[in-house]
């Protein structure tokens, strides 16, 4: 009965080369060994049949075979089962997916849509211009004739040497356009990217964002704009002490600088408001008769009001960023920090 026993280990031998390229042939090999009338059982069936010192070696040797069988089984299926996943176009359609990474808005879009939300709920509606402009719209019909001194004021990039084309330094330019193409009441607000010719720093740079906002109509006063003021601060800041400090723009006349009173309560390092509690915010006045009257807007029938801040600087504030520069990296840690803001 030693044949027995050499039939089983070359069987052993057998299975461990055996190799299969589709999942029937693996079937039919499992069921050549591993089925009911396949190769283990038709052993099994011999066993009683070995000489008795043989039966322990025999015994092994079936065994090994059983478990060299049924690990080849699987070991093929799985390596089946894998090839086709890599093959087919989708793969394995009920594998978890990778994780979405979702995206947020960037700080300075977030801060301009809830400024034109709080305006466009007392009437404004937002308007936009050029970036690129004349000189007439960002300058001269602003009251600002050449050689006036507080062009000085707002460092300008120029277009190619010509002293006529330019890079908007503020969305006034705006505001000029627009009440050249609209009549009175006039309530509009102009957000949009602004260049002025400075050197950056944590504070400041070369290309930035502001809103400006006009008002014009008959009787519109200092009150008005006032009021104006202190519904915006409520409803950006939730801060309702504000305060008006006579200031000089060509613009407008007479013309302030808004502060709001922020408090010491969050005053940690100083850098917010020096100590004082108060923050300055944006400027503001009454429109200058000269610019109603280039707009060939009667300044005897009209009045109205303007005001104009920056955009990084009140995302700042709300957010306490410390680097206006941070808005410009893209830097992913810095942006995806706004997922869930306004
Ligand atoms: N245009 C001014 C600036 O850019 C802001 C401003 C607008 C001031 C309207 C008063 C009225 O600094």
Known sequence: MLKMLDKAKELIEEVKAFNATTKDEVEAFRIKYLGKKGVLNELFAE???VEN??????GQALNTLKNTAENKVKELKEALENAQEQKGMYGDLTRPAEPIELGSRHPISLVRNKIIDVFSRIG????EGPEIEDDWHNFTALNLPEYHPARDMQDTFF???NPDILLRTHTSSVQMRYMETHKPPIRT???GRVFRNEDISARAHCIFHQVEGLYIDTDVSFADLKQTLLYFTKEMF???KIRLRPSYFPFTEPSAEVDIYWGLETETDYRITKGTGWLEIMGCGMVDPNVLRNANIDPEVYSGYAFGMGIERIAMLLYQIPDIRMFYEN???FLEQFKSVL
Not at 124 to 127: H, I, K, L, N
Request: net charge positive; no cysteine; hydrophobic share 30%.
């Open 47 to 49: 066993f009683k049949n």
């Open 53 to 58: 010192h043989l039966k322990k070696d025999f």
């Open 124 to 127: 404004f509606t937002v308007s």
């Open 159 to 161: 277009i190619e040497k």
């Open 189 to 191: 607000i102009s957000p």
């Open 238 to 240: 939730g801060k309702s």
């Open 331 to 333: 830097d992913v840690r």
